[in-house]
């Protein structure tokens, strides 16, 4: 198969393979980043991080901006509605950033983003997507990428349009949630859809949804040509996930499923990355989403799920981990059912 290889490259920043992680937020800070990195992802995405925020030197903002040397290559993601207030905070990540790329947020469908005529609000209009892509462009030496959707609606689906104003502007990259604003993350993705900004445009093209499975990231590649495939919720607790894609690609073959104790491992993994990000209370907390994540698929873990969304210490969660990892220690993960 070997699709894998093929040179992937955005601005003068290189891929290792055609695997690239989501920017979710909420999610993508950098212990779970790294954690994913390390399976293989040919690219990772920060989580979508307030421009205003930024210009402000907001302290929860400035701590999203952290990023670990082993997390490379990079792309950190922004959003806002204001040209001004977008250029400012570009220029500060250009600056002061170790981020390879900067993406801008066009696909957030979120009522709280679009209120801020930010986020999958810029679909409606391809002027704008030109003249603020143009902006941020000429104010950085970073590569400029963007993430947005096929359209806002059935009767807006100006995808095309806007891949080539993001192209005009002097766009690096662009990546396409093959969804809708309307659909938010219901419904199926259109695929052809992401065929058709792909033969628009000249720059790479990152497709994204509905990429559950190995299997599902061949399929994106050779239906749509894009140049690489995104993968989001099919990762969280599982970057074994990218792991299978990365040599699914490469050589067709389908890699077994980790057992019950692999993902417990790497769940502590990430939550003591967690605890050295953020501190332990605030890691316990976070954790007890992503804990319930590793542990999807596992025979009898509801147990082991309340009794994690009650921790409060970080001696808790790792006890509870550990003594389930042992009670299920014979056990392949994917042998079972929630």
């Known amino acids: 198969m070997?699709?894998?290889?093929?040179?992937?490259?955005?601005?003068?920043?290189?891929?290792?393979?055609?695997?690239?992680?989501?920017?979710?937020?909420?999610?993508?800070?950098?212990?779970?980043r790294l954690t994913v990195?390390?399976?293989?992802?040919?690219?990772?995405?920060?989580?979508?991080?307030?421009?205003?925020?930024?210009?402000?030197?907001?302290?929860?903002?400035?701590?999203?901006?952290?990023?670990?040397?082993?997390?490379?290559?990079?792309s950190l993601q922004i959003f806002g509605g204001d040209k001004e207030n977008l250029v400012e905070a570009a220029r500060y990540v250009d600056k002061y950033s170790n981020a390879d790329i900067i993406d801008i947020n066009m696909g957030c469908p979120v009522n709280k983003i679009i209120r801020c005529e930010a986020g999958a609000k810029w679909l409606l209009d391809p002027d704008k997507i030109h003249e603020m892509v143009s902006a941020v462009?000429?104010?950085?030496?970073?590569?400029?990428?963007?993430?947005?959707?096929?359209?806002?609606?059935?009767?807006?689906?100006?995808?095309?349009?806007?891949a080539k104003a993001v192209e005009a502007a002097g766009g690096a990259a662009i990546a396409v949630h093959g969804r809708t604003r309307v659909q938010l993350y219901e419904g199926k993705a259109n695929w052809s859809w992401i065929r058709k900004?792909?033969?628009?445009?000249?720059?790479?093209?990152?497709?994204?949804?509905?990429?559950?499975?190995?299997?599902?990231?061949?399929?994106?590649?050779?239906?749509t040509?894009?140049?690489?495939?995104?993968?989001?919720?099919?990762?969280?607790?599982?970057?074994w996930m990218?792991?299978?894609?990365?040599?699914?690609?490469?050589?067709?073959?389908?890699?077994?499923?980790?057992?019950?104790?692999?993902?417990?491992?790497?769940?502590?993994?990430?939550?003591?990355?967690?605890?050295?990000?953020?501190?332990?209370?605030?890691?316990?907390?976070?954790?007890?989403k992503h804990a319930s994540w590793y542990l999807k698929g596992?025979?009898?873990?509801?147990?082991?799920?309340?009794?994690i969304n009650q921790a409060e210490t970080g001696d808790e969660l790792k006890t509870l981990l550990l003594g389930f990892a042992k009670e299920m220690e014979s056990e392949p993960a994917a042998a079972s059912a929630v």
């Open 37 to 74: 990195k390390e399976f293989g992802a040919g690219l990772v995405y920060a989580e979508m991080i307030s421009d205003k925020g930024i210009n402000q030197r907001n302290e929860k903002t400035m701590e999203m901006l952290y990023i670990d040397e082993r997390e490379y290559p990079l």
């Open 137 to 162: 462009v000429s104010a950085v030496d970073k590569p400029v990428s963007v993430k947005m959707r096929i359209g806002w609606d059935e009767d807006h689906l100006y995808g095309v349009e806007n």
């Open 298 to 307: 596992i025979r009898a873990n509801a147990g082991i799920r309340k009794g």
């Open 242 to 288: 990218i792991y299978r894609t990365v040599k699914y690609l490469e050589t067709g073959e389908l890699i077994g499923m980790p057992s019950v104790k692999e993902k417990i491992d790497v769940c502590l993994l990430h939550f003591d990355r967690l605890v050295n990000l953020k501190g332990e209370y605030v890691a316990v907390r976070e954790m007890r």
């Open 197 to 223: 900004m792909k033969e628009a445009v000249n720059i790479p093209v990152i497709g994204n949804g509905d990429v559950e499975t190995p299997q599902d990231a061949g399929r994106m590649l050779d239906e």
């Open 2 to 32: 070997n699709q894998t290889r093929k040179p992937f490259k955005i601005g003068d920043i290189t891929m290792d393979n055609r695997v690239v992680l989501a920017p979710m937020a909420g999610v993508c800070n950098s212990a779970f």
């Open 225 to 239: 040509g894009v140049d690489g495939v995104m993968i989001g919720r099919a990762a969280l607790g599982d970057p």
